[in-house]
């Protein structure tokens, strides 16, 4: 029996902004795979589009060059991970574990070890990933500690705390050491990372 979906025709006209949406996500899932598996140097727009079933000029369109590609797929993973976060909410222990869950996923330590990687050849790029990922977690710290009353001091702590949420558990992790943590083992990990720092406060779990 012949597979009649295949054989049906496409529709024709401007898609429509879910459409859009649906193909947006399709090629950069491609392209995260191309780029975790060839590297971003040897990964091309050729075989992303080839990957994502669409046209070079589609991702053109849609993106731009390829790195506007990676730079679209850390944003997305970004946005994505902190999708319903309400900072003035949610408690700066809640918002920690959520950085420790994401940063220290299999996804987002793929994305960064890629970077390690390419980032002699490629800086522009590292740049890029930095400010899309790296310091868009740290804006956000910074922008929580800032409603907590703390703005003359947010920037510095927001950066430190930062890095302690990543620390030693996340170089075992790049160094594949370490196996991602739970919800629950992020929680007590941000958890003991903020009372170092002075934040001793009592959250809900996460859901």
Same mark, same amino acid.
């Given at each position: 029996?012949?597979? =009649?979906?295949?054989?049906?025709? /496409?529709?024709?006209?401007?898609?429509?902004?879910?459409?859009?949406?649906?193909?947006?996500?399709? =090629?950069?899932?491609? #392209?995260?795979?191309?780029?975790? $598996? $060839?590297?971003?140097?040897?990964?091309?727009? @050729?075989?992303? #589009?080839?990957a994502?079933?669409?046209?070079?000029?589609?991702?053109?369109?849609?993106?731009?060059?390829?790195?506007?590609?990676?730079t679209?797929? =850390?944003?997305?993973?970004?946005?994505?991970a902190?999708?319903?976060?309400?900072?003035?909410?949610?408690? &700066? !222990?809640? &918002?920690?574990?959520?950085?420790?869950?994401?940063? *220290?996923?299999?996804? #987002?330590?793929?994305?960064?070890?890629?970077? =390690?990687?390419? $980032?002699? !050849?490629?800086?522009?790029?590292? !740049?890029?990933?930095? @400010?899309?990922?790296? !310091?868009?977690?740290i804006?956000?710290?910074?922008?929580?500690?800032?409603?907590?009353?703390?703005?003359?001091?947010?920037?510095?702590?927001?950066?430190?705390?930062?890095?302690?949420? &990543?620390?030693?558990?996340?170089?075992?992790?790049?160094?594949?050491?370490?196996?991602?943590?739970?919800?629950?083992? #992020? /929680?007590?990990?941000?958890?003991?990372?903020?009372?170092?720092?002075? *934040?001793?406060?009592?959250?809900?779990?996460?859901?």
């Open positions: 029996m012949s597979d =009649i979906s295949s054989s049906a025709p /496409r529709k024709r006209g401007r898609p429509t902004a879910d459409e859009r949406e649906e193909r947006r996500d399709q =090629i950069l899932d491609a #392209a995260v795979a191309l780029f975790v $598996s $060839s590297g971003y140097g040897e990964a091309t727009v @050729d075989e992303i #589009a080839a994502s079933r669409v046209t070079k000029r589609t991702i053109y369109t849609y993106f731009g060059d390829k790195a506007e590609v990676f679209a797929a =850390i944003e997305r993973f970004r946005s994505r902190l999708a319903d976060l309400e900072t003035e909410a949610e408690t &700066l !222990q809640d &918002l920690a574990a959520r950085v420790v869950f994401v940063l *220290h996923s299999d996804d #987002a330590v793929g994305l960064h070890r890629l970077m =390690i990687g390419e $980032s002699a !050849q490629f800086p522009n790029l590292a !740049q890029r990933f930095y @400010d899309s990922g790296p !310091q868009g977690y804006a956000l710290l910074e922008q929580h500690l800032s409603h907590r009353g703390n703005a003359p001091e947010a920037a510095t702590e927001s950066e430190a705390l930062f890095g302690l949420l &990543l620390g030693e558990p996340h170089r075992r992790r790049l160094l594949g050491l370490a196996p991602a943590p739970t919800r629950e083992e #992020a /929680r007590d990990y941000a958890v003991r990372i903020t009372t170092l720092l002075g *934040h001793s406060e009592t959250a809900p779990e996460m859901t």
